[in-house]
């Protein structure tokens, strides 16, 4: 199994560009999540899906898109890149996000917007 | 006052040390705690969950006081490898979008 996988692992991007960042999981997980790393902060939950066709916000929603066709792919589509989202972005999988179910993490993209 | 406070360190300890780190938390009502990894520019893995009772894998051991609300780590015979940041995690309210993640304790472990 691949596990979580993210592409692309970096990216530049100029101030109001759009672009989508992908993730998949081989794990048939019907929990799927976004979150952004920022230095001295925790991760946060941009978006979450508990499964094909549910999606719902997180912590820090805004400027960000998700949608969740098949329970394979999570993708997460900003819509006019600003500056305060320079950030690392991780996708993560459990198996039905319960309390105590493991979060499988992809290895991050790394996104730079000027 | 953050959800979820930790020491963000660094933490330099020769090797063969024991190491101990504290995380507390906001939320009285919080019902799951877990320790989770994250080796420089790589994602976050899980290290181990945290039971009321305490528990023990290998080198490592985590406690939680819940009338204290804290959640503690700790490393025995500190190993090279043991060189990562690590995260605690409180789920506030019973599923998975309610993760909390702290910010991190930075540890490197010396030669």
């Known amino acids: 199994n691949a596990g979580v996988t993210q592409t692309p692992k970096f990216q530049v991007l100029k101030t109001g560009q759009s672009m989508t960042l992908q993730c998949a999981q081989d794990?048939?997980?019907?929990?799927m999540s976004w979150y952004r790393q920022d230095p001295g902060m925790g991760l946060r939950l941009i978006h979450y899906s508990v499964g094909a066709g549910i999606t719902d916000q997180g912590e820090v929603p805004n400027g960000y898109n998700v949608s969740r066709s098949t329970t394979e792919d999570f993708p997460l589509r900003l819509l006019s890149a600003a500056p305060s989202q320079t950030s690392v972005y991780f996708c993560a999988s459990s198996l039905a996000g319960g309390p105590n179910d493991e979060q499988f993490f992809g290895p991050g993209t790394r996104l730079t917007v000027l | 006052r953050k959800e979820v406070e930790q020491d963000p360190g660094p933490f330099n300890v020769p090797e063969g040390a024991t190491v101990a780190f504290n995380c507390t938390y906001s939320?009285?009502?919080?019902?799951?705690f877990f320790w989770y990894r994250q080796d420089c520019r790589k994602e976050p893995k899980l290290l181990m969950s945290?039971?009321?009772s305490g528990n023990e894998d290998g080198r490592f051991t985590a406690q939680l006081n819940r009338a204290s609300q804290y959640i503690s780590l700790l490393i025995r015979d500190s190993k090279l490898s043991d060189s990562a940041t690590y995260l605690c995690v409180v789920n506030m309210l019973g599923s998975a979008r309610q993760l909390t993640f702290g910010s991190g304790t930075q540890l490197t472990v010396l030669p």
């Open positions: 945290v039971y009321s």
């Open positions: 794990m048939n997980h019907e929990y």
């Open positions: 939320n009285s009502a919080s019902q799951s």
